[in-house]
């Protein structure tokens, strides 16, 4: 018995209509990060694990895919001591992977710069649109596998960058018709000095790791989460208190600059955010909200820390922030970047559910030449290769069927045109055309087909 077809959880299928959709978020991110001057690149799916591992903190990498050749082991193990191991240990086998499915992009990133920095010109402004996979537990808006479209630029320390990508931000989703997105914008230096005042400068990974939990879990969860790893109480309130401000940016800034006194790493975070909204057109400013609960539990960011959302979706859709020295880890030394991550997979959710993709988008070609034979089809052909010269796409049915079936997959597959070409056709060089949305019929000369499609297709 066959087995029933199924892929796994937290992934999906896509039919060409849904993938259309995608191109063109794809495609319209694409356009605005050339406009913006970054190049292309792409990297492996696969990288060693020890590139990926101890960059997203402890949770982080507890969702990174291991992957291994069965086949590998057993010639390195041998076969009798693999049947013991798999008898005791089901679930041996992840425990010796060396490689592993990417996680992000952003580290991959970091590891393509020092392997190949003599042939990048720095400050290196690269985006990257490719799948990511986590072990994440599926549920909406998260998924094992998704695609990022990722926008970074490296070797440059300048606050001008942090303001060029939330510019790229804007107008990424005003060109998607959802110009109605929250940035919100915190600074890693900034939580360190929140960290420092209220006596948790030690625990500063454990505090973050467990404020990004604040919008699952709420203030109460995060803070029996916080005393449950061993941060003193007194302490934990304190630096939620800080946390929970809320005002207009300069309004918190100003209470922080107070707050904050004596605390250096602390005040350049502050000093870092007030440049950064100041270099910002007030069209972009007007969406940005400071809040200091974002904390994006990743271990390398160390600025500016941002994420985007929208009131109709429940998850982020874009995230990014600054990394001092994640190349450091790879060997080069004192190397500064900043991006941005847009969720391609949430962005096609959340479009889908307001019903915002061009109706225009279609996966149906735009004529298709009925197959009445041998004959007829070449000469179908040839005028096929016509229309698609000037750009229109055109298909000719590969079988000479009966004329029902025929029909019946030009109507599920929404051609707007009918081309049919008999023997009387073929003597009269004129062919039949059927327009599909009014169900009239005229004859059209071989010669006038394409300026005929072209009239048509143009005047809508």
């Keep these: 018995m066959a087995n029933k077809p199924s892929i ?38 696969m990288e060693n694990l020890e ?17 291994q050749s069965g086949k590998n082991l057993r010639e390195q193990l041998g076969e009798e001591k693999t049947v013991a191991l798999d008898a005791v240990y089901p679930d041996w086998l992840p425990q010796k992977s060396d490689r592993a499915l990417r996680y992000d992009l952003t580290v991959p990133f970091a590891r393509f710069v020092v392997q190949n920095q003599n042939e990048l010109s720095f400050p290196f402004k690269r985006f990257q649109i490719q799948p990511v996979w986590r072990g994440d537990r599926p549920q909406r808006g998260r998924y094992r596998e998704f695609y990022q479209c990722d926008v970074d630029v490296i070797g440059s320390n ?6 060029e990508l939330l510019c790229i931000v804007s107008e990424v989703f005003e060109n998607l018709g959802l110009g109605d997105i929250q940035i919100r914008l915190n600074n890693r230096k900034i939580l360190s000095g929140i960290a420092n005042v ?18 699952k879990i709420g203030v109460e969860g995060v803070k029996k989460e916080m005393i449950a790893r061993g941060l003193p109480a007194q302490g934990v309130k304190k630096a939620l208190d800080h946390i929970s401000r809320k005002a207009d940016s300069e309004t918190v800034l100003r209470m922080l600059s107070g707050s904050l006194i004596g605390d250096e790493e602390g005040q350049r975070g502050i000093d870092e955010m ?3 909204l100041r270099a910002l057109p007030e069209v972009v400013r007007e969406k940005v909200e400071i809040d200091l609960t974002l904390a994006r539990g990743l271990n390398y960011y160390t600025g500016a820390i941002i994420e985007v959302g929208h009131e109709k979706f429940p998850s982020s859709i874009c995230g990014g922030g600054r990394y001092d020295d994640l190349t450091g880890i790879f060997g080069l030394k004192d190397v500064s970047g900043v991006g941005v991550s847009f969720g391609a997979d949430r962005i096609y959710d959340l479009m889908e559910d307001l019903d915002l993709f061009p109706k225009t988008l279609s996966a149906s070609s735009d004529v298709l030449f009925i197959n009445f034979g041998e004959k007829e089809s070449l000469a179908c052909m040839e005028l096929a290769m016509k229309l698609r010269s000037d750009k229109f796409s055109a298909e000719v049915y590969p079988d000479a069927a009966k004329m029902q079936k025929q029909m019946k997959y030009a109507n599920s597959r929404g051609f707007r045109f009918v081309i049919l070409i008999g023997s009387q056709e073929m003597d009269d060089k004129s062919a039949t055309v059927k327009d599909m949305n009014t169900g009239d019929q005229q004859s059209v000369r071989f010669d006038d087909l394409n300026k005929f499609v072209f009239d048509k297709l143009g005047a809508e």
Excluded: C, H, W
């Design 8 to 45: 796994p959880k937290g992934t999906r299928d896509f039919l060409p209509e849904q993938s259309l959709k995608r191109q063109f978020i794809f495609d319209t991110a694409r356009s605005i990060f050339q406009l913006y001057g970054y190049q292309p690149i792409e990297t492996p799916a």
């Design 51 to 67: 590139t990926l591992t101890g960059k997203y903190g402890d949770e982080g990498d507890k969702l990174i895919y291991k992957i």
């Design 158 to 163: 300048g606050l001008l960058n942090e303001a």
């Design 198 to 215: 209220a006596g948790l400068g030690n625990y500063f990974s454990e505090m973050t790791v467990a404020i990004d939990k604040l919008d």
């Design 274 to 276: 007030r440049k950064t």
